[in-house]
Nanobody, 117 residues
Framework: QVQLVESGGGLVQAGGSLRLSCSAS????????MGWFRQAPGKEREILAA????????AYADSVKGRFTISRDNAKNTVYLQMNRLKPEDTAVYYC??????????WGQGTQVTVSS
């Protein structure tokens, strides 16, 4: 497993942007597929985006496709989530997770994103 720490959350107005970062410790990060999830109060956890170990393959949930972009820098042991055109319904705790294969076995502690209308 690797240790994951998210950062970059905060309060933003609707239509604004944020970039989340997920820093990993451990030598196996470059072997890990990574994903971003979120969970809003009273709702189930939702996968938003995933990226392969090399970064060559990505996938997105319909709810964020065209607005969010996942990327990674294996030299920096970091995965990113660029979030544009944010909406109030994007308000949630955002988590990164990763593993050699799904289900992911490493999870961060989460970072709060709040989008005001």
């Amino acid at each position: 497993q690797v240790q994951l720490v998210e950062s970059g959350g905060g309060l933003v107005q609707a239509g604004g942007s944020l970039r989340l970062s997920c820093s990993a410790s451990g030598r196996t990060f470059s072997n890990y597929a990574m994903g971003w999830f979120r969970q809003a109060p009273g709702k189930e956890r939702e996968i938003l985006a995933a990226i392969s170990w090399s970064g060559g393959s990505t996938a997105y949930a319909d709810s964020v496709k065209g607005r969010f972009t996942i990327s990674r820098d294996n030299a920096k042991n970091t995965v990113y989530l660029q979030m544009n055109r944010l909406k109030p319904e994007d308000t949630a705790v955002y988590y990164c997770a990763g593993g050699v294969a799904e289900p992911y076995d490493s999870w961060g502690q989460g970072t709060q994103v709040t989008v005001s209308s």
